[in-house]
């Protein structure tokens, strides 16, 4: 074969397989799974016990979710949580992300649970449930439970109301109900909620969280 034509070929079957403008490593890195974040941290302004803080961290990459708290499950216990999200849908989008999880600290055990949001519009709602199993004190055992419904009349502002069921709280009331507001910013959401409005144990937290 001529060489030069030799050398023509050569470039064409190249050419099929490297983009002709370069992009070949930019194709590559969008293939990587997207690496995302939130750090949160709330505080629990009481009437009738001490007041208290509570973090939560999480990082995502695609699908796998991996998650930390501090003070959520058990005062002075830590808690560590992986899990996989499925996502999906069109007008309707939904968001499930089974988690299974250790609890460490002033209380040990295992927590198997799951997080789930749905969004229509402007409305959307976000469920959290999970059982806390206490490996050295059965009897402190409980299903704990963190819920919302809420509707965003524009788009930096979250109006609704808020369900929980936890032991950290002492309440006269086993599922505490409340209402709450969220400033949303773009990498940032501050939100103040008000549980028990209507009787003497009520109380509030303030909730900031950052995204990356």
């Known amino acids: 074969m001529n060489p030069l034509r030799r050398h023509g070929v050569l470039v064409a079957m190249l050419a099929a ?6 992009r070949a490593s930019d194709a590559a890195a969008d293939s990587e799974p997207a690496i995302s974040g939130t750090v949160t941290g709330y505080y629990y302004a009481m ?6 803080g509570v973090g939560v ?9 991996v998650e930390a708290r501090y003070n959520y499950e058990a005062s002075d216990a830590g808690s560590a949580f992986l899990g996989w999200k499925f996502s999906g849908g069109d007008a309707v989008t939904f968001e499930v992300t089974p988690i299974i999880g250790v609890l ?22 976000y469920i959290e449930a999970e059982y806390v199993y206490d490996s050295e004190n059965h ?18 502002l979250r109006l609704g109301l808020a369900g929980q069921r936890t032991h950290e709280v002492q ?5 505490q109900l ?35």
Do not use: C
């Open 178 to 212: 409340g209402l709450f507001a969220q400033l949303m910013f773009p990498k940032a959401t501050l939100g103040v909620y008000v549980f028990n409005p209507d009787i003497g144990s009520r109380y509030a937290i303030v909730a900031f969280g950052v995204q990356f």
């Open 57 to 65: 961290a999480s990082i995502n990459r695609g699908a796998l979710h």
């Open 104 to 125: 460490f600290g002033a209380a040990r055990g295992a927590i198997p649970g799951f997080e789930a949001s749905v969004a229509y519009r402007s409305v959307d709602a």
């Open 171 to 175: 309440s006269s009331r086993d599922l």
């Open 139 to 156: 009897s402190d055992s409980y299903f704990y439970a963190w819920s919302e419904i809420a509707w965003k009349p524009v788009e930096w």
């Open 17 to 22: 397989f490297v983009p002709a403008d370069g």
């Open 47 to 52: 009437r009738d016990q001490p007041d208290f």
